[in-house]
Structure formats: structure tokens, C-alpha cells
């Protein structure tokens, strides 16, 4: 589930990046397309930022939510050389 996440909001990006670069005129359509999305997100985190106290990260949300998917892919990539554990 988590790699699909990842890979939905990588084509996300991606697409609206191009359909700003291919259609300029129509930038407000990539435009809206981000705002509804970052609009469901600040609705779903709100109740989850003010159960964990951190409620005034809501406003670092954009950033936050654009810098997670680079550090979860540098982190996967660090991750590959371990050695998997097994409990006893």
C-alpha cells in the first residue's frame, strides 16, 4: 500500500508538471488539481495533527508533503544493503 502511495503521488506530480509545460494556457486546470488534493489532505491531517499536538505543522503541509517522497525513496534506497533481521 505504501508503494502505491508512493508511485500514485509521483505520477501526480509528474502530471501536472506536464500538463503545465504542454498546455500553459490552461494552467489553472494543474493548478486546481493541487489545491483540491492539498484541501483533502489539510482535512484528513488537521484531526490527525491536533490528536498528536503538532497542529502547527498543518501550514508546512505543501513542503512536507513534497519532501517525504524524495525522503522515502533515499531512504529505501539506503535501506537495501541491510541485513534482514529475524526475531527468535
Not at 46 to 66: E, G, T
Not at 70 to 82: A, D, E, S, T
Request: aromatic letters at 22%; hydrophobic letters at 60%.
Amino acid at each position: 500500500m505504501l508503494g502505491l502511495q508512493l508511485i500514485t503521488s509521483f505520477l501526480f506530480y509528474f502530471t501536472i508538471i506536464l500538463t503545465a509545460i504542454i498546455f500553459p494556457n490552461y494552467w489553472y486546470v494543474p493548478v486546481a488539481a493541487y489545491l483540491i488534493r492539498l484541501l483533502a489532505q489539510l482535512i484528513v491531517f488537521r484531526a490527525i495533527y491536533k490528536k498528536l499536538a503538532v497542529s502547527d505543522l498543518i501550514w508546512w503541509l505543501p513542503l512536507l508533503d513534497i519532501i517525504y517522497y524524495f525522503y522515502i525513496c533515499i531512504n529505501g534506497l539506503f535501506n537495501r544493503k541491510k541485513k534482514s533481521l529475524s526475531w527468535k
